[in-house]
């Protein structure tokens, strides 16, 4: 079954510039309607990555980015050569708007380099390019580690995800989204489960929207039938994302990911995390050093403006969950596969070049 | 903290006869409206049943023992003394319309036997009387078992409990619910977290109902974030029912809970299992052999009549999962508490005398 390779369209994107302003799709109204934002202003950019109009580790990097070239066209019309300080305060502003993910954070050093070097005249010009040339890169880095991710996967087999990681997530294609797209279109792959991924149901709403717009057999399942799915052995393979991996290979990713890497190992079933260079971050030792976002409790309590819960009670709302290194098989960034993640390993595929 | 005792009120009852009628407290609408329905037949006892009006495993047999005395007051007014076929269909449908739960075929073969033995005159009144008396022993049963259970737990600590098994899913008090309430009562516990239990949402709308009502601390997360919640060492033991135990100790129970068992074990939190005797189905070997219901993906698609997934995707909806004997600590019946269970020890716990 599905030996045959099947073309892969990925047409989606959620994150655009055009006529001078940052375009967003509103992943919060997705899949019942597809709505696009415009942004002008930094400030309203912060807001949109705190709201979750764009979410996803990459995708809220490249929308920081956007967000920048934003920030330094307002303060330097507003204060022409006095524009740097305004500038360094929207950064600042962007880089605190989620915590967990230090692509984020990544994103605003990078552009806060970049704007250093230059004079008033070009710096709205160079930013734009440079963000631009980190929205390519992902795209990239994407494909790339699709390629990788896939070459690991013996086909045909099951292959079970989490939250979304796709094109919506991403600058575009996708990181585990992306490796599942590939080992699909290489004929390795016959059918996707999608944890629904509560409280958010990224999984029900985004990775079943993208998955099927690419015809890619996808069949959604409540987060806590993933080890009941797993003991069935129709799945022979986990692959999720991350919001940062540390320098010793612990990887925070959405609440729930931590519950499916300890059933993974106890049924045999393979754990890969994929995720760009850019994800990693070596000034975090281990995953205990990892801010972790916690949400308001209504977020668990109500769904689609409705309350479920009797009025009052409290919940307990952690955004992300840390998978020590010692339960993830392999790591697949776009400079090469991790086996065995642990601070050195780790450190050799930093120290790599990406091929 | 907690280290003093607290009045437990449990005043919640979802079964109710009055008037010639069965009551049923209509779950589907809590905790935003508390609907009464009447039933003066069989067969809308069955569907209430199957639509989960009512459920619970306790709560379905008792409901089916009252349905099976409104079946024998309706065939006798048709049939007169020929009342014996109708009566035995209608007990089969009764039976038929749920399979996971054993307590259902317990209890219409307890009817069932003792309708065998009694004159056309005498039947609904005797079947009345031992629906009542099952009613009745399940609530002893419950508070046994809660003395049994809460026994076991050294306090103060916190307790994570999956779905719903309290007052709305017994006769009265709860078997995994009332270890709860009592150790609770006792100053041995200080936290409750539960489960929302997708995709039903009991966890949400039925559990955090009944301890609100109770005054009992209660924290909801989501099904997914139940082994960080261990990883953060603020839960000792995790405390679930069941709807069939297998003569090996193996037991099936809403699906999420041979996840928390798996989570429970890596981290060392101690997992058990609630359930009276008439849960014990010493005719199934083992878990493999328990007949698992799946329901339509719709109740995963959609929720509070609202889909929140593309149109016409997939969903699995295995409504239970079997945690195998060998992940559970104990297994507190109202006869005694089962540790280590096996089948030795299952057929111990069967074969002694209720204190």
């Given at each position: 079954m599905n030996a045959a390779p099947h073309p892969i369209l990925d047409s989606i994107r959620a994150i655009a510039w055009s006529e001078g302003s940052l375009k967003l799709l509103d992943q919060r109204k997705l899949p019942d309607e597809v709505v696009w934002l415009s942004f002008d202003r930094c400030d309203a950019v912060a807001e949109a990555i705190r709201d979750m109009v764009v979410r996803g580790a990459p995708a809220i990097g490249i929308t920081a980015a956007y967000g920048a070239v934003l920030a330094a066209r307002d303060r330097i019309r507003a204060s022409g050569k006095d524009w740097h300080r305004g500038f360094a305060d929207d950064l600042d502003q962007l880089a605190a708007a989620r915590p967990t993910a230090v692509n984020l954070g990544w994103a605003v050093a990078r552009l806060r380099a970049r704007a250093a070097k230059l004079a008033t005249s070009e710096v709205e010009e160079a930013l734009f390019a440079e963000a631009q040339a980190m929205h390519d890169e992902d795209i990239t880095a994407n494909r790339r580690m699709g390629e990788l991710g896939a070459g690991l996967i013996q086909g045909p087999c099951g292959v079970l995800t989490h939250c979304n990681t796709g094109s919506l997530a991403t600058g575009g294609f996708g990181t585990a989204l992306g490796v599942i797209r590939t080992a699909y279109g290489q004929g390795c792959l016959s059918q996707v489960y999608a944890d629904e991924t509560r409280p958010w149901l990224q999984g029900a709403r985004l990775t079943a929207w993208e998955l099927v717009q690419d015809s890619i057999p996808v069949t959604l399942i409540c987060d806590g039938a993933a080890a009941w799915l797993m003991r069935t052995g129709k799945v022979q393979w986990v692959v999720v994302g991350a919001d940062r991996i540390a320098a010793n290979g612990d990887a925070a990713n959405k609440i729930g990911t931590y519950n499916l890497a300890i059933a993974a190992r106890y049924h045999g079933v393979r754990f890969m995390v994929a995720a760009p260079t850019s994800t990693i971050d070596p000034a975090t030792p281990d995953g205990g050093s990892i801010p972790l976002e916690e949400r308001a409790g209504e977020e668990v309590t109500r769904l689609g403006g409705r309350s479920?819960?009797?009025?009052?009670v409290q919940a307990w709302n952690p955004v992300f969950d840390v998978t020590p290194a010692g339960l993830i098989d392999v790591i697949v960034t776009e400079r090469g596969v991790v086996t065995a993640p642990s601070h050195k390993t780790i450190q050799a595929v930093l120290q790599s070049q990406s091929p």
């Open positions: 479920f819960a009797p009025e009052g």
